[in-house]
């Protein structure tokens, strides 16, 4: 049971560049996200998907687009790439539960610089 | 706007002390409130989740939730060296998929 894996660890791209930031969960999960991190700030949503079939703007979203391929991957695409892109990424997954609860489990995340 | 707001530290405790860790957020309508813990180039792993007014423990972990006040808190009791790292509160405000982050607190727990 490998949880949530996320491929490439760590990219270097030059500006303009494109690049798929890929994800997979086999938790059976329906309920998938990216999160962007920067020094000293919180993860910020840059997409979420709540089902197969599905995705949403997060807080986040300019410059990136994504793909719910199916329950099990959900990748994350720079069309071209920016300086302010430079982060790391993490992708989570959950399942609802009870009400509200509902925990998010997070892959390793990777480490993208944007020359 | 909704937000989370916790102390970027560093806190500082020394090694067996009791570490205090707070966080105020915005949103009375909010349901659910996490505590990850997340250490240095690694990603954030839940610690514990509190959605009830008062008092969670689980081993060396208590959270503390107040509505009222707007809070949530995170004690450690017996404070390891382990236990360095930053914490991130996180809270879920309505039925939406959503959490807002705090920017977390980084705990430094001295030998």
């Known amino acids: 049971n490998a949880g949530v894996t996320q491929t490439p660890k760590f990219q270097v791209l030059k500006t303009g560049q494109s690049m798929t930031l890929q994800c997979a969960q086999d938790?059976?999960?329906?309920?998938m996200y990216w999160y962007r991190q920067d020094p000293g700030m919180g993860l910020r949503l840059i997409y979420y998907s709540a089902s197969e079939g599905t995705t949403d703007k997060g807080e986040v979203p300019n410059g990136y687009n994504v793909s719910r391929l199916n329950k099990r991957e959900f990748s994350l695409r720079l069309e071209s790439a920016a300086p302010s892109q430079t982060s790391v990424y993490f992708c989570?997954?959950?399942?609802?539960?009870?009400?509200?609860?509902?925990?998010?489990?997070f892959g390793p995340g990777t480490r993208l610089l944007v020359l | 706007q909704k937000e989370v707001e916790q102390n970027s530290g560093p806190l500082s405790v020394p090694e067996g002390a009791i570490a205090s860790l707070n966080c105020t957020y915005s949103?009375?309508?909010?349901?659910?409130f996490f505590w990850y813990r997340q250490y240095s180039g690694k990603s954030p792993e839940l610690i514990m989740s509190?959605?009830s007014n008062g008092d969670k423990e689980d081993g060396r972990f208590t959270a503390q939730l107040n509505k009222a006040s707007q809070y949530v808190s995170l004690l450690i009791r017996d404070s390891q060296p382990s236990d360095s790292a930053t914490y991130l509160c996180?809270?879920?405000?309505?039925?939406?998929?959503?959490?807002?982050w705090g920017a977390g607190t980084k705990l430094i727990i001295k030998p």
């Open positions: 996180a809270v879920k405000m309505d039925s939406n998929y959503q959490l807002i």
């Open positions: 938790m059976n999960h329906n309920s």
């Open positions: 989570a997954s959950s399942e609802r539960g009870v009400q509200y609860q509902e925990t998010q489990y």
């Open positions: 509190i959605y």
């Open positions: 949103d009375r309508g909010s349901q659910s």
